[in-house]
């Protein structure tokens, strides 16, 4: 069972494709992060290195983020954090939330700037980390291919796909043991 996560809005309309958040990878699948399980109580991570409004002039705001072909892979958080100028984001396959052992000091700064991913609000030419924390359920080998970012700016909705995705392989895998 997935979590939806959404941001409520009152537009019926159809959204389009052809809006100005750009994700970098948008062919599902493209990119694919193996992974192993996450321990109890953690879920494992997408980080989509970089989201980029390319409006120079307004904002926009995520409404929600669902999967894309998922094979018993769930969406159980998400987040965005805002990154400044020459600043990278996280990856993927760590263990959200990430700890200072995985990453350096600086990365986990980013962490404490995290905003949920629902209602996120990207200025205008920002850029940010998309960070989605999945978990294969039940345990054992699973994908995704990738992910939907439903968003708006001013009254206009649009539809991002990321086809950065993930592939858990079982706990006992070689990979997994260390």
């Given at each position: ?18 809006g100005?958040?750009?994700?970098g990878?948008?062919e ?10 996450a ?16 409006d120079p ?6 409404d ?6 998922a ?12 990154l ?10 760590f ?17 404490e700037?995290?905003?949920?991913v629902?209602?996120?609000t ?25 992910a ?5 700016r001013?009254?206009?909705?649009y ?8 592939e858990?392989?079982p ?8």
């Amino acid at each position: 069972m997935g979590l939806a996560l959404l941001f409520s809005s009152g537009c019926a309309a159809t959204p389009s494709t052809e809006g100005p958040l750009d994700t970098g990878v948008k062919e599902l699948g493209a990119l694919v992060i193996g992974m192993c399980p996450a321990g109890e109580g953690f879920s494992r991570a997408i980080g989509i290195a970089e989201l980029v409004n390319t409006d120079p002039m307004m904002a926009v705001v995520i409404d929600s983020v669902r999967l894309l072909e998922a094979d018993g892979v769930a969406l159980r958080e998400g987040f965005v954090v805002l990154l400044n100028e020459g600043e990278g984001g996280y990856g993927g396959g760590f263990e959200v939330p990430p700890s200072v052992e995985e990453h350096s000091a600086a990365a986990a700064g980013l962490w404490e700037r995290r905003v949920p991913v629902a209602g996120a609000t990207l200025p205008p030419l920002s850029r940010a980390n998309l960070l989605l924390g999945v978990v294969d359920e039940p345990r054992g080998a699973h994908t995704v291919m990738g992910a939907e970012i439903s968003y708006h700016r001013g009254e206009s909705r649009y539809l991002a796909v990321s086809g950065i995705g993930a592939e858990f392989v079982p706990a006992d895998d070689p990979a997994c043991r260390g």
